[in-house]
């Protein structure tokens, strides 16, 4: 077998303790961001598309950790002494059902989160020609995901205790790196655009302390980047941390689109930071200088899912 550094059994028992930790924020913050946009509002006012994918992000990520517990409990209880090979052969096994689960459930929650990230950057950029690349390597990710089930489920024992080396190994990588593009490249667009507008606005000033939207942003990718790049430097080792870190990734995905939502919802409550004008700049009636990014900042109008009608015209085109 490939050198792989830490023993299965204990990866797994240590990559549900930390998703589980990980899940308990992300559920918290689940909670603030429903608070957000639900505090002192009428229904219609509420911004359904964030709300259904903010759910659908929790939903994944406990089907996740459930489906996780079971794995490690058929692992060192239920199939203890009855498994070939005991706990270790156990969790190496991919055809296992619930190895097959969690994994479909991960890379459910992968396309949405890259997906999510895409519809950012079209939101920003108006403009669907942007988003072609980003999109074609989307459909690589998923495509790459279903080969990677499939051989899964269909891995013989010569590829599993070669993992690393063997075609099963390889498509993994090729999930990892395609997800790891996607992510980067949509990222990369959506903060070119919003650091061209700032640079456009020459009155715009920001006040000492305020986190500006493309810091927010750049934070959440670092975070999710970081957790990809971790996966692809355990496979590159023939690392079983691998494991751990694929499902750690999990309840990662939610709390960066939730912390996006959440600073920005509580930077607008507590600054008058932005306002709807022109790209060239403009001021209220009052005098005071405006910012042409309003519309990405206010409660119901973050930058992943918003009717464009409400953040285009003028705003962000001209």
């Not at 209880?77 to 459930?105: C, D, E, M, R, W």
């Not at 013989?156 to 993994?172: A, D, P, R």
């Not at 970081?226 to 499902?247: E, K, P, Q, R, Y």
């Amino acid at each position: 077998m490939a050198s792989r550094h830490i023993p299965l059994d204990a990866a797994v028992i240590m990559s549900t303790v930390l998703e589980g930790i990980l899940y308990g924020f992300s559920v918290l913050m689940f909670i603030g961001t429903i608070w957000t946009f639900t505090y002192k509002r009428h229904v219609r006012d509420i911004n359904w598309p964030i709300a259904v994918v903010a759910t659908l992000l929790l939903v994944l990520s406990t089907a996740h950790i459930v489906v996780n517990i079971i794995y490690l409990e058929d692992g060192l209880v239920k199939y203890h002494n009855t498994f070939p090979g005991g706990p270790q052969a156990f969790f190496a096994y991919t055809p296992q059902a619930t190895f097959l689960a969690k994994s479909a459930i991960y890379i459910l929650q992968t396309l949405v989160g890259d997906g999510v990230v895409i519809y950012r950057c079209y939101v920003v950029w108006q403009s669907i020609w942007v988003i072609i690349i980003p999109c074609i390597m989307w459909c690589g990710v998923a495509g790459c995901s279903v080969c990677m089930v499939y051989f899964f489920s269909q891995a013989s024992i010569s590829e599993i205790e070669n993992f690393f080396t063997s075609k099963l190994g390889h498509w993994v990588a090729a999930f990892l790196s395609s997800t790891l593009a996607t992510n980067l490249l949509s990222t990369g667009l959506l903060a070119y655009r919003i650091w061209t507008i700032e640079r456009n606005v020459s009155t715009f000033r920001a006040t000492k302390g305020r986190v500006p939207i493309l810091r927010m942003l750049m934070d959440a990718a670092i975070l999710y980047s970081a957790a990809l790049c971790s996966s692809l430097i355990s496979f590159a080792l023939s690392n079983d941390g691998l494991f751990v870190v694929a499902d750690v990734i999990n309840p990662i995905i939610s709390i960066t689109f939730y912390m996006v939502f959440i600073r920005i919802a509580v930077r607008q409550n507590n600054t008058d930071y932005v306002s709807t004008v022109h790209v060239g700049g403009g001021t209220t009636e009052q005098g005071t200088p405006q910012h042409p990014l309003k519309n990405i900042c206010r409660e119901n109008d973050v930058p992943f899912l918003v009717d464009s009608p409400k953040l285009v015209g003028t705003h962000l085109v001209g």
